[in-house]
């Protein structure tokens, strides 16, 4: 049975409740800015007056508290904007926390997963997090203005509301296109990822082969693509925008045209006319930014469900430790690896067995221990893992100790490489650096293309990890093919005498050093399919 924790998309109510001490302070700042800044341009209106009335004084102290609250404005609207940064980060940094555990659960190719934790979280930084801010500044600007037109007269509000309507409405009819340009971008950037991950892994070979061109063509092709999805969606949102901007410059006319009827007709006063059209030349682009905003915060929409979907965690309860296993039986087990068809003999590993896997290469050694580990599925036929009272039972991949041919090795310690921090655990490494042979200081600091290690001293230490963590199952693929022939002696007495169950594949051991497992099994090649 597997249990999921369901995380909803990146959403303005979830920003909140990342820190909600902090954004109501965030929205106070925001309400203050707006408020005085609807005051100050309300100003204007007795300004005007005073003047006409030839009061100048007053006119003065009037331009005396607009200053003021301009100072104001500045300092509550940076810090608002500070806050909500912290408050954004804060947010992004659950979400960069919960992908790296799905990640660390359901391991992905490298261009994907830097691609979600750098393009993807950058996107929804600055098109999402960073539009929404300025979004609600807007909408409470938009407010104020509101009610101070409304406050001349009520057919200036109404112009306002129909503006507002048509560019919602053109937002919203194309708001598919604008979230197929946002996905196209992810995509293309996860492929130009994957394109330098690609040729950046050979550039020695590329150097001594002088084949720079290659390398270039395709950086290239890939970034240009890159390039052109850029083009495409800041060119779909433009065209957004420019539609949204007609739609606002007939508003922009409309207030003034309507504010000068009302004054010719006694309803307005001069100085109401003149705020009006203040208000009109502020609103406007405020109802233009809103509705560009909306339709950025939409762009994001797929993109944000695809990121909540990866922070989803799902837990297998089925699964259970391998130390239950009393025997491993495989029956009629084939699959197609690329254009090979793979099939192996029928099998029974009993709990203790020490069994060795030989065989041209291409006979499916190395699958035949990815099928054990559960990390390829087989189409015919059946691996089951059953306990001392013949039981079936799922087990636990991770408690397995498995040993692949691409060691991994990490910017740490001799030691923490042996130990991977794991807590409570008894193992010495120094001791299991020894029993393989490893004659170096365990706080050594190395890196994971350590070139002052030979391959057979990473082997060794990579199998010094295996050990200390009492596996009971061992699956090792080619664990010792660059260690000398001293040292692979020593360390098959070590494996050969452990309790747990050691599964290992190796090409050309010694007819004594074979002699000390307990079975052989010999795969053959098969036909290509």
Sequence with gaps: KKKTTRFLPMTLRKLINSNRGRFAIIFALLVMTQVIDVASTYLFSPMVNQVSAGRFNIFCSLLLIQFALALVLNFAFNGANYLFSKQTQQYLHGVRDRLADHYYQQPAGLSEMTNHFSQDLDTLTYDYATVL????????????????????????????????????????????????ATDQLSAASQHFLATIAQW????????????????????????????NRQVSRRKINSQIQCLQSLS????????????????????????????????????????????GSYSYLNSTKSLRQQLSRLQESKKNDNLQPVNRMAQIEIKQVSLTHGKQLLSYPDLTIHAGEKILI??????????????????????????????????????????????AQDLVLFP??????????????????????????????????????????????????????????????LLLDESLSAVDRAGQDQILRTLCQLPATVIFVAHNLSPEQKARFDREISLAKREHV
């Excluded at 490494?429 to 057979?456: A, M």
Aim: hydrophobic content about 45%.
């Design 200 to 227: 950046t892994a050979g550039l020695a070979e590329l150097r001594r082969y002088f084949a720079k061109v290659p390398y270039q063509k395709a950086l290239l092709k890939s970034g240009q693509e890159l390039a």
């Design 358 to 403: 030989t065989g041209d290469s291409g006979s499916g050694k190395s699958t035949l221990l990815k099928l054990l580990l559960g990390n390829l599925q087989a189409e015919k036929g059946q691996i089951i893992f059953k306990d001392a009272a013949g039981q079936a039972f799922q087990p636990d991949p991770y408690s397995i100790g498995y040993q």
């Design 412 to 473: 740490a310690t001799l030691a923490e490489n042996v130990t991977m921090h794991t807590p409570g655990l008894s193992a010495n490494p120094k001791d299991y650096l020894e029993t393989v042979g490893l004659q170096l200081d365990p706080q050594r600091q190395i890196t994971p293309d350590d070139l002052t290690l030979s391959g057979g001293q990473k082997q060794k230490l990579a199998l010094a990890r295996t050990l200390s963590h009492g596996f009971p199952l």
């Design 248 to 291: 606002n410059a007939l508003g922009t006319v409309s207030i003034p045209l309507i504010a000068g009827f009302l004054f010719f007709k006694g309803q307005m006063s001069l100085g109401g006319v003149i705020a009006s059209g203040y208000f009109a030349s502020s609103i406007f682009p405020v109802l233009e930014n809103i509705a």
């Design 133 to 180: 801010f300025y979004l609600i500044c807007d909408v409470i600007n938009a407010l104020m203005v509101a009610a101070s037109l409304l406050s001349f007269h009520w057919l200036l509000l109404l112009a306002s509301l129909l503006t507002t309507v048509t560019s919602f409405a053109i937002a919203r009819l194309l708001e598919k296109y604008s979230n197929q």
